[in-house]
Nanobody, 115 residues
């Protein structure tokens, strides 16, 4: 079992920044991959960014150059730094951990980009 707790969401103006955190209940070295997903009202959940246990990363085209995923190994935390936010980034952001063929989700954190 892996438990995940997201934090860091909130309301921000267009062009602003937020940093999301995903804290895992186990060492992130024991997790094959951690991804950040988002779901906007009326839309399907989509992958935003992912980082593997080896440190490889990949991003959705819509966030490349604006978002950065990273790990804080000491705190068993995966971070998502979001810069130059746009209204279309508004969504609930979820963290997902994949380990030994199982997938675990956090509860989500709301990000609202609005003036």
């Amino acid at each position: 079992q892996v438990q995940l707790v997201e934090s860091g969401g909130g309301l921000v103006q267009p062009g602003g920044s937020l940093r999301l955190s995903c804290a895992a209940s186990v060492s992130i070295f024991r997790i094959n991959a951690v991804g950040w997903y988002r779901q906007a009202p009326g839309k399907q959940r989509e992958l935003v960014a992912q980082i593997t246990s080896g440190g490889s990363t990949n991003y959705a085209d819509s966030v490349k150059g604006r978002f950065t995923i990273s790990r804080d190994n000491d705190k068993n935390t995966v971070l998502l730094q979001m810069n130059s936010l746009k209204p279309e980034d508004t969504a609930v952001y979820y963290c997902k951990a994949s380990r030994l063929g199982y997938h675990y989700w956090g509860q989500g954190t709301q990000v609202t980009v609005s003036s």
